[in-house]
């Protein structure tokens, strides 16, 4: 498929252009600012584009090292031509440190062509102390400004970052590496002829930046957040060190037999490992001075395993130092990391005290459990509020009783024993108890008996008996109350703690309750401390568990999973030699992803030398004169981006059966697994046109084909249509897969988009339209009779201007026009809920105008509802609405009726488009003083003026009192 580079390469030649700009996703120039004096900023880059400083910019000290100061008033850096152009790159990405004045509208820097115009290049601007880029090609400009983002602080340092992604679709804004705002972007950079500038606009000087710039860069891919991170720390493309520790650096709980592993440099041949628990030492030694802490040199891969088993409790500290190859052998320190060793036992939380002899009010045993009366240094207050205390029973002896989540393998038990400050008088601490212990709370048994020291009476008091629980096996420990300190007949307690050893699987992966899982997942857990052998049980009833396999790593692969399936499992840990021999583990689940994607077309790109585009993977007729497809337009962006079902992009599918005899574009699949995960259903969604004419839309699988059942006009229609093919019945071979092809047959030609080509075991219901019929119906415009309301309800509109009404709808010209709507309920009248629905017929494209047609309450109220055609995108502003408009994002065609609804619940707010949802929000609270009707029809009446007016046509106005249930709207939508 090479017409799309034919028709790019005649194009370039017939103008006499040249190929410019790098193809790689290269760092195009770095100004660190780091001179500190003279009058030239070096690009570090290496691709020379140094920069002269103008105006009186001063060198000062940065958030990275040097900075530029800039007065707003003359300063910038004028710089070399910079060769981006995104239409071959795909992305491009601007950052920078800056410290700004709070306030201003300021040119970050910027290279573009004309002011306000298409011819070429970008601006990244400071705007209402928000981000903004200002993005023009050779034809085209386009505007993306933040408006309702995070504000940028003033006098702070911060990172910012403008990232056009590399399908050249989406415009991302970050602030100090978060992304926070997002806006589809249809322009591509191109090249320009103006030089540079940093700190002030291009082509004309002025709204220069007031404030400091560190470390600028300018790539021409969009970088990923991870390299953002390191873009914010200074890191250099091709870092030169080792980086990402694991164990993360500051990491804790780490296990004992732990495996060092790291990312190396870009240009390491070996690496050197340092291992020690002095800081000190493993930040000073070398190779010629190893201080004992050089554990491996000249290692070839990334991974260590400590000689020895590393102590319970011990911080480690470690370094890895990139080694480069002959002849320079160039050795770049690494960074010193941290982490800390697993303890030997872990303390108990949510212990449950309880007694068999009441206590005073605030002194139950609850407070010998909850922390109450300790310091973070773990100091017992002598407040009695914060003890235990509890007369004799007078019949059974006293005692304390603790409850665990689960049997545990004990430790140890840390006792403060009653502290108040007359203690050493009153007595009222335990002395003599027995310990006993229970695994069901039924049947106990005696540890032994124990002497537990006198609190100290002070407010400095830390825990003074330590109990060795011998690692028993229990739920329950009870202290049996044999005497006190004193002769008082009252006896309590401050503290007790319980340490339990770690015997049971942790930590698993998949994370309990973990949904959309890989169905090659394989599971992982933290193995318990005494365990010899793992028994995995798995299953889908989590009654019904049974062992698949017994392994000695704390991993198991159990093979392809099923779609869409909830599985629940649980590693018992087997010792034969400890007692118990088995300690069974806790039961947990993952869901698996419900789908397998067969193309989501996200991935292509406009790189035709690459040959990743759309029309590479599908192939169509474009040579074949028996075949009438075409996939792809034939000029950049090739796939679709604005008319999607998810993601970013879908498959424009011409086909023209007026010549040929078929249109079919197919798809190598390189012989799929079809039966793998329980494969039962193919999904693909498909959207037409109302310009299409005739034509049957099929699929083949492996050359069988299979047609759509569905309604024979369905390729006129404007929606995205679920097709769901039982591939069982298909009769292909189902374990080799090789190709898949969608068409067209029968006479006719026209564009239909395909999107998300899916793999079900369970495929999601298709939703059926239902009528919503006269139910709360308030308002019905039909246009059959002017303007009058046919709901019966007597709502009559009246034309305004030069509205008209014939042949069954309304017609408007766009100036002054527009039919108003009385106000529903009554002039005073407010809602909770309502819908709005009508069908739309632009006679002009609105992708320019910012606001136009629908629905409009006149002025802007409280309450007002203001439904709208924005940028040709669906649009509902409401006041009183949190979060701003609700924005579609599909395009509203020309001279094509489109149907548009906007329901309002008192828990949701939706916006449809050809009865699907484009924009949709929960409310926290319901909307009570809503405007329904009192509005304009067609335009906004401001006060007696008509404006933002839409040329074109209307028909079917509905106004509900309820919100529509989304198949209702597809109902209305289906129906005209």
Same mark, same amino acid.
């Given at each position: 498929?090479?017409?799309?580079?034919?028709?790019?390469?005649?194009?370039?030649?017939?103008?006499?252009?040249?190929?410019?700009?790098?193809?790689?996703?290269?760092?195009?120039?770095?100004?660190?600012?780091?001179?500190?004096?003279?009058?030239?900023?070096?690009?570090?880059?290496?691709?020379?584009?140094?920069?002269?400083?103008?105006?009186?910019?001063?060198?000062?000290?940065?958030?990275?090292?040097?900075?530029?100061?800039?007065?707003?008033?003359?300063?910038?850096?004028?710089?070399?031509?910079?060769?981006?152009?995104?239409?071959?790159?795909?992305?491009?990405?601007?950052?920078?440190?800056?410290?700004?004045?709070?306030?201003?509208?300021?040119?970050?820097?910027?290279?573009?062509?004309?002011?306000?115009?298409?011819?070429?290049?970008?601006?990244?601007?400071? &705007?209402?102390?928000?981000?903004?880029?200002?993005?023009?090609?050779?034809?085209?400009?386009?505007?993306?400004?933040?408006?309702?983002?995070?504000?940028?602080?003033?006098?702070?340092?911060?990172?910012?970052?403008?990232?056009?992604?590399?399908?050249?679709?989406?415009?991302?804004?970050?602030?100090?590496?978060?992304?926070?705002?997002?806006?589809?972007?249809?322009?591509?950079?191109?090249?320009?002829?103006?030089?540079?500038?940093?700190?002030?606009?291009?082509?004309?000087?002025?709204?220069?930046?007031?404030?400091?710039?560190?470390?600028?860069?300018?790539?021409?891919?969009?970088?990923?957040?991870?390299? *953002?991170?390191?873009?914010?720390?200074?890191?250099?493309?091709?870092?030169?060190?080792?980086?990402?520790?694991?164990?993360?650096?500051?990491?804790?709980?780490?296990?004992?037999?732990?495996? /060092?592993?790291?990312?190396?440099?870009?240009?390491?041949?070996?690496?050197?490992?340092?291992?020690?628990?002095?800081?000190?030492?493993?930040?000073?030694?070398?190779?010629?001075?190893?201080?004992?802490?050089?554990?491996?040199?000249?290692?070839?891969?990334?991974?260590?395993?400590?000689?020895?088993?590393?102590?319970?409790?011990?911080?480690?500290?470690?370094?890895?130092?990139?080694?480069?190859?002959?002849?320079?052998?160039?050795?770049?320190?690494?960074?010193?990391?941290?982490?800390?060793?697993?303890?030997?036992? +872990?303390?108990?939380?949510?212990?449950?005290?309880?007694?068999?002899?009441?206590?005073?009010?605030?002194?139950?045993?609850?407070?010998?459990?909850?922390?109450?009366?300790?310091?973070?240094?773990?100091?017992?207050?002598?407040?009695?509020?914060?003890?235990?205390?509890?007369?004799?029973?007078?019949?059974?002896?006293?005692?304390?009783?603790?409850?665990?989540?689960?049997?545990?393998?004990?430790?140890?038990?840390?006792?403060?024993? &009653?502290?108040?400050?007359?203690?050493?008088?009153?007595?009222?601490?335990?002395?003599?108890?027995?310990?006993?212990?229970?695994?069901?709370?039924?049947?106990?048994?005696? /540890?032994?008996?124990?002497?537990?020291?006198?609190?100290?009476?002070?407010?400095?008091?830390?825990?003074?008996?330590?109990?060795?629980?011998?690692?028993?096996?229990?739920?329950?420990?009870?202290?049996?109350?044999?005497?006190?300190?004193?002769?008082?007949?009252? +006896?309590?307690?401050?503290?007790?703690?319980?340490?339990?050893?770690?015997?049971?699987?942790?930590?698993?992966?998949?994370?309990?309750?973990?949904?959309?899982?890989?169905?090659?997942?394989?599971?992982? #857990?933290?193995?318990?401390?005494?365990?010899?052998?793992?028994?995995?049980?798995?299953?889908?009833?989590?009654?019904?568990?049974?062992?698949?396999?017994?392994?000695?790593?704390?991993?198991?692969?159990?093979?392809?999973?099923?779609?869409?399936?909830?599985?629940?499992?649980?590693?018992?840990?087997?010792?034969?030699?400890?007692?118990?021999?088995?300690?069974?583990?806790?039961? #947990?689940?993952?869901?698996?992803?419900?789908?397998?994607?067969?193309?989501?077309?996200?991935?292509?790109?406009?790189?035709?030398?690459?040959?990743?585009?759309?029309?590479?993977?599908?192939?169509?007729?474009?040579?074949?004169?028996?075949?009438?497809?075409?996939?792809? +337009?034939?000029?950049?962006?090739?796939?679709?981006?604005?008319?999607?079902?998810?993601?970013?992009?879908?498959?424009?599918?011409?086909?023209? =059966?007026?010549?040929?005899?078929?249109?079919?574009?197919?798809?190598?699949?390189?012989?799929?697994?079809?039966?793998?995960?329980?494969?039962?259903?193919?999904?693909?969604?498909?959207?037409?046109?109302?310009?299409?004419?005739?034509?049957?839309?099929?699929?083949?699988?492996?050359?069988?084909?299979?047609?759509?059942?569905?309604?024979?006009?369905?390729?006129?229609?404007?929606?995205?249509?679920? #097709?769901?093919?039982?591939?069982?019945?298909?009769?292909?071979?189902?374990? =080799?897969?090789?190709?898949?092809?969608?068409?067209?047959?029968?006479?006719?030609?026209?564009?239909? +988009?395909?999107?998300?080509? *899916?793999?079900?075991?369970?495929?999601?219901?298709?939703?059926?339209?239902?009528?919503?019929?006269?139910?709360?119906?308030?308002?019905?415009?039909?246009?059959?009779?002017?303007?009058?309301?046919?709901?019966?309800?007597?709502?009559?509109?009246? *034309? *305004?201007?030069?509205?008209?009404?014939?042949?069954?709808?309304?017609?408007?010209?766009?100036?002054?026009?527009?039919?108003?709507?009385?106000?529903?309920?009554?002039?005073?009248?407010?809602?909770?809920?309502?819908?709005?629905?009508?069908?739309?017929?632009?006679?002009?494209?609105?992708?320019?105008?910012?606001?136009?047609?629908?629905?409009?309450?006149?002025?802007?109220?409280?309450?007002?509802?203001?439904?709208?055609?924005?940028?040709?995108?669906?649009?509902?502003?409401?006041?009183?609405?949190?979060?701003?408009?609700?924005?579609?994002?599909?395009?509203?065609?020309?001279?094509?009726?489109?149907?548009?609804?906007?329901?309002?619940?008192?828990?949701?707010?939706?916006?449809?488009?050809?009865?699907?949802?484009?924009?949709?929000?929960?409310?926290?609270?319901?909307?009570?003083?809503?405007?329904?009707?009192?509005?304009?029809?067609?335009? #906004?009446?401001?006060?007696?003026?008509?404006?933002?007016?839409?040329?074109?046509?209307?028909?079917?106005?509905?106004?509900?009192?309820?919100?529509?249930?989304?198949?209702?709207?597809?109902?209305?939508?289906?129906?005209?």
């Amino acid at each position: 498929m090479v017409r799309h580079a034919v028709c790019f390469i005649s194009l370039v030649a017939a103008l006499g252009l040249a190929a410019a700009g790098p193809a790689g996703a290269e760092l195009v120039a770095w100004w660190t600012f780091n001179e500190g004096a003279g009058t030239t900023a070096a690009d570090v880059s290496g691709n020379g584009h140094d920069g002269a400083l103008n105006g009186d910019a001063t060198w000062v000290v940065g958030h990275l090292g040097g900075a530029l100061q800039f007065d707003g008033s003359g300063d910038y850096v004028m710089c070399g031509l910079l060769d981006i152009d995104t239409s071959v790159t795909g992305g491009m990405t601007v950052t920078a440190w800056i410290n700004k004045p709070a306030g201003g509208d300021y040119k970050m820097c910027s290279n573009r062509q004309a002011a306000n115009a298409a011819g070429g290049g970008f601006t990244c601007s400071i &705007y209402n102390d928000r981000m903004e880029m200002d993005i023009s090609s050779a034809t085209a400009r386009n505007l993306n400004r933040d408006t309702d983002g995070p504000t940028i602080p003033g006098d702070t340092w911060i990172h910012l970052a403008w990232v056009l992604d590399d399908e050249g679709n989406t415009f991302n804004e970050y602030h100090n590496g978060v992304l926070v705002d997002s806006s589809p972007e249809t322009v591509s950079v191109g090249l320009s002829t103006q030089n540079f500038r940093i700190g002030a606009d291009s082509p004309n000087l002025g709204l220069y930046f007031s404030g400091m710039i560190d470390d600028l860069r300018v790539y021409d891919h969009a970088l990923s957040e991870a390299e *953002l991170i390191d873009v914010m720390a200074g890191k250099a493309p091709g870092f030169e060190r080792a980086d990402d520790p694991r164990p993360a650096s500051g990491a804790i709980d780490v296990p004992r037999d732990t495996v /060092l592993s790291w990312t190396a440099g870009d240009f390491a041949a070996t690496h050197d490992v340092y291992l020690g628990t002095a800081f000190d030492d493993v930040d000073a030694a070398g190779r010629s001075n190893p201080l004992g802490v050089l554990v491996s040199q000249g290692r070839t891969d990334t991974t260590y395993a400590p000689a020895e088993v590393l102590q319970f409790g011990q911080t480690y500290y470690w370094r890895v130092d990139e080694v480069n190859a002959a002849p320079d052998n160039t050795i770049f320190k690494g960074d010193v990391w941290s982490f800390t060793v697993e303890p030997l036992a +872990y303390p108990i939380e949510g212990v449950v005290a309880t007694s068999n002899v009441p206590s005073g009010v605030g002194t139950g045993p609850e407070n010998t459990v909850n922390g109450s009366g300790l310091n973070a240094d773990d100091e017992h207050s002598i407040s009695a509020g914060d003890m235990w205390l509890a007369p004799e029973s007078g019949g059974d002896p006293l005692w304390i009783q603790f409850e665990f989540d689960a049997v545990r393998k004990l430790h140890q038990m840390f006792v403060w024993n &009653y502290n108040v400050q007359f203690e050493p008088v009153l007595g009222f601490g335990l002395r003599d108890v027995t310990v006993e212990y229970s695994t069901d709370g039924v049947e106990w048994a005696v /540890l032994g008996d124990v002497e537990l020291a006198r609190a100290t009476a002070t407010a400095t008091y830390t825990y003074n008996t330590t109990i060795d629980l011998d690692g028993i096996a229990a739920k329950y420990v009870r202290l049996v109350v044999n005497s006190g300190w004193g002769v008082m007949g009252q +006896y309590g307690l401050s503290e007790v703690r319980f340490t339990y050893l770690p015997v049971l699987a942790r930590e698993p992966q998949p994370a309990p309750g973990a949904v959309d899982m890989s169905v090659e997942t394989v599971l992982d #857990w933290r193995g318990g401390r005494e365990a010899v052998s793992h028994e995995v049980l798995l299953g889908t009833d989590p009654e019904a568990l049974a062992v698949v396999d017994v392994v000695t790593a704390s991993q198991y692969d159990p093979g392809v999973l099923d779609l869409g399936t909830t599985y629940y499992w649980r590693i018992d840990e087997v010792n034969e030699n400890a007692s118990p021999s088995v300690w069974a583990g806790d039961v #947990w689940s993952f869901s698996t992803q419900d789908y397998l994607v067969v193309d989501d077309f996200e991935s292509y790109t406009n790189n035709i030398d690459a040959g990743t585009t759309i029309f590479h993977t599908w192939i169509d007729g474009f040579d074949d004169a028996t075949n009438g497809s075409q996939v792809g +337009y034939l000029d950049a962006p090739f796939a679709e981006q604005a008319i999607v079902r998810g993601g970013n992009q879908s498959m424009p599918l011409y086909f023209d =059966n007026t010549s040929a005899p078929t249109s079919v574009a197919d798809l190598d699949l390189g012989g799929q697994d079809w039966t793998r995960a329980g494969i039962q259903t193919l999904v693909l969604y498909f959207r037409g046109r109302p310009s299409n004419t005739g034509g049957q839309l099929y699929a083949r699988i492996n050359g069988t084909k299979v047609l759509y059942s569905g309604a024979a006009d369905v390729l006129t229609k404007p929606q995205w249509k679920q #097709w769901n093919i039982d591939v069982a019945s298909v009769g292909a071979n189902l374990r =080799n897969v090789t190709t898949l092809s969608i068409g067209v047959d029968g006479g006719g030609s026209g564009l239909v +988009y395909v999107d998300d080509i *899916l793999l079900y075991r369970a495929a999601p219901e298709i939703l059926a339209p239902a009528d919503p019929g006269t139910d709360g119906l308030m308002l019905q415009y039909l246009f059959d009779n002017g303007a009058t309301d046919s709901s019966g309800n007597g709502y009559h509109g009246t *034309l *305004l201007g030069d509205a008209a009404v014939a042949n069954g709808v309304l017609s408007l010209d766009g100036l002054g026009d527009a039919v108003a709507v009385p106000r529903i309920g009554g002039a005073a009248a407010t809602h909770r809920a309502f819908s709005y629905g009508m069908w739309v017929n632009p006679a002009s494209s609105l992708a320019n105008v910012q606001f136009a047609g629908g629905i409009n309450t006149d002025g802007w109220v409280a309450g007002a509802v203001h439904f709208k055609l924005s940028y040709g995108l669906v649009n509902a502003g409401i006041n009183g609405l949190d979060g701003g408009d609700l924005q579609g994002v599909t395009m509203v065609n020309a001279g094509e009726w489109s149907h548009m609804a906007l329901t309002v619940a008192e828990t949701r707010v939706a916006i449809y488009l050809n009865g699907q949802i484009e924009d949709a929000r929960d409310l926290s609270a319901p909307m009570t003083n809503l405007v329904v009707g009192g509005a304009s029809l067609g335009a #906004w009446n401001n006060g007696g003026d008509l404006q933002r007016g839409m040329a074109g046509q209307m028909d079917d106005v509905r106004v509900y009192d309820r919100a529509l249930s989304e198949a209702e709207v597809l109902f209305l939508a289906d129906h005209r």
